[in-house]
């Protein structure tokens, strides 16, 4: 359940930030399966892949962070 809402959260911000999940993926030098697993929530990302991802993307931590999730 926890990995489906941090999927949805970074999927929505990769788009938003008009990236493909190929180009993300790369960008974050991971394989577009680790990334397509993070968001299909069938992976949780490390809290290092979250912080990648958040600088990637140009939003912090905690506006990646699912909304009911601990700080």
Known sequence: MEAEKWGRRIRAFR?????????LAKDLGVS???LGEVERG??????ELV???????????NELMP???EK
């Open 67 to 69: 909304e009911d999730t």
């Open 32 to 34: 577009v399966s680790v």
């Open 15 to 23: 788009k938003l930030k008009g990236y493909t999940q190929e180009s």
């Open 42 to 47: 069938n992976r949780l990302p490390s809290k």
């Open 51 to 61: 912080e990648i991802i958040a600088a990637k993307l140009n939003v912090s931590v």
